[in-house]
């Protein structure tokens, strides 16, 4: 394992530190509502959870559960509900957030726009960005997050990224991505942001082997991610799926996310997206794609055939203009689908309740004037994209639901605030409906990360300062 593990010792890891080998054990309660997302879709009320090792050892209301434990935790006033889980964002991009030249232009133009800017990226820019994102996505309730970082100039390594994401305390996947095919190559990057191929594969394996943890209950994980279509070459695409495969760990890429994307793929290879990445093994369980905007039914039916993965990015879609994603047809295929908040130049934040009620909402508005569309898509079931749907996309059954034997990874929001006023009538729809709140309390294998809605792992205030400052330089 890689030496930034000692930032965050496991409860359940031989890296644990040894005043910490003892078994302790927490005891949540009075959760007005705990909402579970078991198979049954159980929601509690008054309901707790008792912890033993950061795992959930038992589930149900307070009066059934133990009533010591070494750390109480009183939720009278809140909905808890199963960790967030974010299937993708781009923590670097929190550095360039409103640029006013990339405010108003398509995926295309934006990334034209902001290339140039990325490649002036440093270490220490990589590193303070993570934790800004990180920090909002934890502020939010989201206890796992992915990343796909793609560019690595001024000697900037996945390793900044990693190291700097321990200290913040969520689980954490993060992606090697890669750009191989410049401009010159007919690709959209310029040619001075991309890396070689045999690189990004060395520097791959290098790194799953420094850090990938496949155990249950893994803080950090390592996925294989070339960019994009238009940013690397098919033989990149091909090499990559067979190191993930070899190595046991899954696939990431930006997949049919706009129209231009796919004139792309028409012209240069000839396929639409989705045929294009089946051709190249880029289909299974294994497997999940940024987007799915542009896919037909029959492409999602085949995509819930194959268990290959979807985050959907409602935020991002709408403000890139690059289309509605057919979330009602994935769910009628049975394809595994997450959210992401992406971006984070293209939300232009990090904050995952936000997106859930995005997804619902652009659900919504994507059902306009179909006669045969039903119901229209629910509070839970956006939830359950963000919790449920996040831990399947990510290849995690450990995590996603409150239930025994998994990861006790929690939110609680306070539902006694003006935003939720006239609300209770159904507090658990309230968290999706009514304004985005922060949480209140997000925990992580039962350790607290935010309580009374602030960050217990780093100083957010110095962090927000030093992010502006490199931010300017970066910009300027
Ligand atoms: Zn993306």
Same mark, same amino acid.
């Given at each position: 394992?890689?030496?930034?593990?000692?930032?965050?010792?496991?409860?359940?890891?031989?890296?644990?530190?040894?005043?910490?080998?003892?078994?302790?054990?927490?005891?949540?309660? +009075?959760?007005?509502?705990?909402?579970?997302?078991?198979?049954?879709?159980?929601?509690? $009320?008054?309901?707790?959870?008792?912890?033993?090792?950061?795992?959930?050892?038992?589930?149900?209301?307070?009066?059934?559960? /133990?009533?010591?434990?070494?750390?109480?935790?009183?939720?009278?006033?809140?909905?808890? #509900?199963?960790?967030?889980? *974010?299937?993708?964002?781009?923590?670097?991009?929190?550095?360039?957030?409103?640029?006013?030249?990339?405010?108003?232009?398509?995926?295309?133009?934006?990334?034209?726009?902001?290339?140039?800017?990325?490649?002036?990226?440093? $270490?220490?820019?990589?590193?303070?960005?993570?934790?800004? =994102?990180?920090?909002?996505?934890?502020?939010?309730?989201?206890?796992?997050?992915?990343?796909?970082?793609?560019?690595?100039? *001024?000697?900037?390594?996945?390793?900044?990224?990693?190291?700097?994401?321990?200290?913040?305390?969520?689980?954490?996947?993060?992606?090697?991505?890669?750009?191989?095919?410049? &401009?010159?190559?007919?690709?959209?990057? /310029?040619?001075?942001?991309? &890396?070689?191929?045999?690189?990004?594969?060395?520097?791959?394996?290098?790194?799953?082997?420094?850090?990938?943890?496949?155990?249950?209950?893994?803080?950090?994980?390592?996925?294989?991610?070339?960019?994009?279509?238009?940013?690397?070459?098919?033989?990149?695409?091909?090499?990559?799926?067979?190191?993930?495969?070899?190595?046991?760990?899954?696939? +990431?890429?930006?997949?049919?996310?706009?129209?231009?994307?796919?004139?792309?793929?028409?012209?240069?290879?000839?396929?639409? $997206?989705?045929?294009?990445?089946?051709?190249?093994?880029?289909?299974?369980?294994?497997?999940?794609?940024? +987007?799915?905007?542009?896919?037909?039914?029959?492409?999602?039916?085949?995509?819930?055939?194959?268990?290959?993965?979807?985050?959907?990015?409602?935020?991002? *879609?709408?403000?890139?203009?690059?289309? #509605?994603?057919?979330?009602?047809?994935?769910?009628?295929?049975?394809?595994?689908?997450?959210?992401?908040?992406?971006?984070?130049?293209? @939300?232009?934040?990090?904050?995952?309740?936000?997106?859930?009620?995005?997804?619902?909402?652009?659900?919504?508005?994507?059902?306009?004037?179909?006669?045969?569309?039903? /119901?229209?898509?629910?509070?839970?079931?956006?939830?359950?994209?963000?919790?449920?749907?996040?831990?399947?996309?990510?290849?995690?059954?450990?995590?996603?639901?409150?239930?025994?034997?998994?990861?006790?990874?929690?939110?609680?929001?306070?539902?006694?605030?003006?935003?939720?006023? =006239?609300?209770?009538?159904?507090?658990?729809?309230?968290?999706?409906?009514?304004?985005?709140?922060?949480?209140?309390?997000?925990?992580? @294998?039962?350790?607290?990360?935010?309580?009374?809605?602030?960050?217990?792992?780093?100083?957010?205030?110095?962090?927000?300062?030093?992010? @502006?400052?490199?931010?300017?330089?970066?910009?300027?």
């Amino acid at each position: 394992m890689g030496a930034g593990l000692e930032f965050f010792p496991q409860p359940s890891s031989e890296l644990q530190a040894p005043e910490a080998a003892e078994m302790t054990t927490m005891l949540v309660r +009075h959760a007005d509502v705990l909402v579970t997302m078991d198979e049954e879709r159980r929601e509690i $009320p008054d309901g707790g959870l008792f912890i033993r090792d950061g795992m959930i050892e038992r589930v149900g209301a307070s009066g059934d559960l /133990p009533s010591t434990a070494d750390e109480i935790l009183d939720l009278h006033g809140r909905v808890v #509900i199963p960790g967030l889980v *974010n299937t993708h964002h781009h923590l670097y991009q929190t550095l360039t957030r409103a640029l006013p030249a990339a405010q108003d232009v398509d995926l295309f133009h934006w990334l034209k726009t902001l290339y140039p800017i990325w490649a002036r990226l440093s $270490p220490e820019a990589i590193r303070i960005s993570t934790q800004v =994102g990180l920090a909002e996505l934890a502020l939010s309730g989201c206890t796992t997050a992915s990343d796909h970082l793609y560019i690595f100039p *001024n000697g900037a390594r996945l390793d900044d990224e990693i190291e700097a994401a321990l200290p913040v305390g969520l689980r954490f996947h993060a992606s090697r991505g890669s750009m191989s095919l410049g &401009e010159s190559q007919g690709g959209l990057p /310029p040619d001075r942001v991309i &890396e070689k191929e045999d690189a990004i594969l060395r520097d791959t394996q290098r790194l799953i082997e420094a850090y990938h943890d496949p155990r249950p209950g893994a803080m950090l994980r390592i996925v294989v991610a070339p960019c994009s279509p238009f940013s690397v070459t098919a033989d990149l695409m091909r090499e990559a799926a067979v190191l993930a495969r070899a190595a046991g760990v899954r696939l +990431h890429t930006h997949l049919a996310e706009t129209a231009d994307e796919e004139r792309f793929c028409l012209e240069r290879f000839g396929l639409r $997206p989705v045929d294009y990445a089946e051709k190249l093994s880029w289909s299974g369980e294994d497997v999940w794609f940024a +987007h799915g905007v542009h896919v037909t039914p029959q492409e999602a039916a085949r995509l819930g055939r194959s268990g290959t993965g979807v985050a959907h990015c409602p935020s991002s *879609n709408m403000r890139l203009a690059s289309g #509605i994603a057919p979330v009602r047809e994935y769910l009628r295929c049975g394809v595994k689908l997450g959210l992401g908040v992406d971006g984070s130049a293209s @939300n232009d934040c990090s904050h995952l309740l936000a997106e859930a009620r995005q997804a619902m909402l652009l659900a919504r508005l994507a059902a306009a004037g179909q006669e045969t569309a039903g /119901p229209l898509l629910s509070a839970r079931q956006a939830l359950e994209l963000a919790t449920r749907g996040g831990a399947e996309v990510l290849g995690r059954t450990d995590i996603g639901q409150l239930t025994a034997g998994r990861c006790a990874d929690f939110a609680a929001f306070r539902v006694s605030r003006l935003d939720y006023a =006239g609300a209770l009538h159904d507090p658990v729809a309230a968290l999706l409906f009514c304004t985005p709140e922060q949480a209140d309390v997000t925990a992580v @294998n039962g350790r607290i990360v935010v309580k009374d809605g602030q960050l217990t792992t780093l100083d957010v205030g110095t962090l927000v300062e030093r992010h @502006n400052r490199i931010a300017a330089e970066l910009c300027a």
